[in-house]
């Protein structure tokens, strides 16, 4: 029997592999349950008591050296692996790094916010444009100057086809599939052939809103921009609506809310006048109205429109337009606690 486990010990010295796997064969082989060495544990039995001390020791010494074999054999294999990967298992992980919200997003998001409390829903309409949702059933006369090449950019020449000007398009697309009462905003981005500079851009984003429904009326809509004016400027801010003039409101206004950087003292960012320009409104006109298929006996309706940009350098005094457009990081890092 100590020949054997002599012949067995050899045989262990000599065993190399190339490949991980042949390690667990090899334990299976030596040291499982039904492997070699066990059955040599059976045999055991067989010894006679005089040899048993030898025999006992010689077993216990083949299976230590079987044991320490394969584990040597794994390491090197574990160890091999790591290098040629490179990887380390034990390294800890990456944090993963969270971007932010445009500031644009969180701007928009605000005002969506504002205005689902007072019931309005979201609706969204396409950039490319046909004139008669831009501009005809808005009431534009056919030599309406925004019509102009100057404006608008018109896509393959047709001048049927157009990129929005304005948000006011997706009134037109809602009033014409649904019957109000009808109480909605239009977020959206909008393209005018302007020169890129530090106040204007060729491309930009509006909110545009609309009521219609029995007896709205003007002080309806005074009160619902008063409201608004203040959740998002502030609870001391006031308002003041200037008469102006849009083909498809009469009467039009432009509201102005009061400079929330020097609470209407005067500064230079309302160029100390104490108030700033923020949107355009009016009560809708009957010729929209009757241009969706809505009856302007029964339903009136007030609109508004504003430019998203020009509230997000208000609210958070941002001197160049451009800035929402070029992405650089070190601009939209500094909103990260914004959302
Ligand atoms: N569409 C106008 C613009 O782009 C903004 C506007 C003014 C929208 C008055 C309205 C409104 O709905 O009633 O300048």
Not at 329 to 338: D, H, I, M, P, T
Request: proline share 4%.
């Amino acid at each position: 029997m100590l020949d054997k486990i002599k012949a067995l010990q050899e045989e262990i010295e000599q065993i190399s592999v190339s490949v991980k796997e042949e390690v667990e064969d090899l334990r299976i082989k030596y040291i499982s349950k039904k492997g070699l060495i066990s059955q040599l544990f059976e045999e055991f039995k067989t010894v006679s008591p005089e040899q048993k001390k030898e025999v006992g020791q010689a077993i216990n010494t083949l299976k230590q050296f079987a044991l320490d074999k394969i584990n040597q054999l794994k390491e090197t294999f574990e160890s091999n692996e790591q290098e040629s990967t490179g990887l380390d298992l034990t390294m800890p992980g990456e944090a993963i790094k969270l971007g932010s919200r445009h500031p644009l997003s969180i701007v928009r998001n605000e005002i969506v916010d504002i205005f689902a409390c007072l019931g309005f829903t979201v609706a969204e309409g396409p950039e490319i444009e046909d004139d008669w949702h831009v501009f005809s059933a808005l009431n534009f006369p056919p030599e309406h100057p925004a019509r102009d090449m100057q404006d608008t950019f018109f896509i393959e020449k047709d001048p049927d086809i157009l990129l929005r000007t304005h948000t006011s398009s997706v009134q037109i697309r809602v009033m014409e599939k649904t019957q109000p009462p009808i109480r909605a905003i239009f977020p959206g981005r909008v393209f005018r052939n302007e020169a890129i500079s530090a106040r204007s851009h060729c491309i930009f984003h509006q909110i545009e809103g609309l009521y219609v429904a029995e007896n709205v009326s003007f002080a309806d809509l005074k009160q619902t921009l008063l409201y608004f004016a203040r959740e998002l400027f502030g609870e001391k801010s006031q308002i003041r609506l200037r008469p102006s003039y849009f083909p498809f409101t009469e009467p039009s206004a432009e509201m102005d809310v009061s400079c929330s950087i020097c609470g209407g003292e005067g500064c230079n960012v309302c160029k100390y006048t104490g108030w700033l320009e923020i949107l355009g409104c009016g009560m809708v006109d009957p010729n929209v109205l009757e241009a969706c298929n809505i009856d302007s006996k029964k339903y009136t309706g007030f609109a508004f429109g504003m430019g998203i940009e020009r509230i997000a350098m208000l609210k958070f005094g941002i001197k160049d337009i451009r800035h929402f457009f070029e992405n650089d990081v070190r601009f939209l890092k500094q909103f990260e606690s914004a959302q």
